[in-house]
C-alpha cells in the first residue's frame, strides 16, 4: 500500500470546506490527476453516492469508482475501486483562526500481481500528492 499524506490551512469555514468537497464531482477542480468526475446518481449527496473517476496516472487513464462512506461534519472518506486498486480518500478537518485545517490522506492499495510491484510508484503519488497541496488550497480558498 502507498499513502500520501498533506496538511494545508485554507481561509474558509469548515462548513463550507466540507460542504464542497463531499461531492466528488468536484476533484475534478482540487485534483490534477482527475480529468473528469460523474455522479452515478441524482439528488442530494449523502453517505453511499457514487461517481465515475477518470484519472490520468502515468500518461493512462484510470476509472474508478469512487463512494462517499463517511460524511461527518469534520471527516470525510471516499473510497474508489477498480480491479486493479483500492483508492481510499481520507480527510479530517479542524476550524482554525481564521479558517480550516485540512489533513488529506489518500491510501492506495494495488490488487493482483501489481500489488508486488506498487512501493514503485510511490514517489510519483508522492509528487501527485505535492500538486494537490497546492492546487486543493487555491480552489478552497477561492470559494
Not at 470546506?17 to 439528488?43: I, R
Amino acid at each position: 500500500m502507498v499513502s500520501v499524506r498533506r496538511t494545508f490551512t485554507v481561509s474558509k469555514p469548515i462548513e463550507t470546506v466540507v460542504d464542497y468537497l463531499s461531492d466528488f464531482a468536484n476533484a475534478s477542480s482540487w485534483d490534477p490527476g482527475t480529468k473528469t468526475c460523474t455522479p452515478l446518481q441524482k439528488g442530494p449527496v449523502a453517505v453511499g453516492s457514487t461517481w465515475r473517476n477518470v484519472s490520468v496516472f502515468r500518461g493512462k487513464e484510470q476509472e474508478l469508482t469512487y463512494k462517499l462512506v463517511t460524511r461527518e461534519p469534520g471527516h470525510l472518506v471516499f473510497e474508489g475501486t477498480n480491479k486493479t486498486v483500492t483508492s481510499t480518500d481520507d480527510m479530517t478537518f479542524t476550524s482554525v483562526a481564521g479558517g480550516t485545517s485540512v489533513n488529506y490522506l489518500a491510501n492506495i492499495e494495488f490488487h493482483g500481481l501489481i500489488k508486488l510491484f506498487g512501493w514503485v510508484a510511490k514517489g510519483e503519488f508522492e509528487k501527485l500528492g505535492d500538486k494537490v497541496e497546492e492546487q486543493m488550497p487555491r480552489v478552497l480558498n477561492a470559494l
